[in-house]
């Protein structure tokens, strides 16, 4: 027979899976407490029972994720023998795989409605999780970077410029590559540019 602890756990649990999907699909504004609710066949007023606000939830939601993004990047990044073009891709597909849409966007278009203090737990997130583990990517010695880019400016530069992959409407590249190619050629254009200095 299961507890009440079981159940409330079971519920609190339902409530941010089905709060990941739509905030990770819709974004923070797009997603109201009704529609979680709704999700998992419950109330707003027991939902209010587990989270006092959507915010709570939200910063839940991004917490749990950053930290599942930090600990893939860290693993990418610590293969040995690795091409960094081949170690940006695998970073490339695990965000786009933990993310159905844009991170840098989502987590930025999200601070007008938010608290002061949970916009700096979520920039802390994005620092954390998404912008160091980055740069030391973006450190590695076999990388050379453009005279006057740092590590940082690389690792925002990046983030900022992968929106092509999130949607079909600008899509960079053939459309009818497999997801490797069509990553990889975003990936050079970031990494390269696109012309060459003559």
Not at 38 to 60: M, R, S
Not at 61 to 89: D, F, M, R, W
Request: no cysteine; aromatic share 8%.
């Amino acid at each position: 027979m299961v507890t009440r602890a079981e159940q409330l756990a079971k519920t609190h649990q339902a409530i941010l899976d089905a709060a990941r999907e739509l905030f990770l699909t819709h974004g923070y504004a797009a997603t109201s407490t009704r529609d979680i609710a709704a999700a998992i066949g419950i109330t707003q007023p027991a939902l209010y029972h587990h989270f006092k606000d959507k915010e709570v939830i939200f910063i839940a939601v991004i917490t749990t994720v950053g930290a599942e993004i930090k600990t893939g990047l860290t693993e990418i990044l610590s293969q040995p023998g690795q091409e960094p073009l081949e170690q940006l891709t695998d970073v490339s597909l695990l965000l786009t795989h933990k993310h159905p849409a844009d991170i840098f966007t989502l987590i930025h278009t999200s601070f007008k409605d938010l608290s002061r203090e949970h916009i700096g737990q979520l920039a802390g997130v994005f620092r954390d999780d998404y912008v160091q583990p980055l740069q030391s990517f973006f450190s590695q010695p076999s990388l050379h970077l453009q005279a006057g880019v740092t590590p940082a400016m690389a690792a925002n530069f990046y983030l900022t410029s992968l929106s092509p992959l999130f949607n079909r409407f600008h899509q960079i590249g053939n459309p009818e590559a497999d997801e490797r190619t069509q990553v990889q050629t975003l990936l050079k254009m970031i990494m390269y540019g696109v012309a060459t200095d003559a």
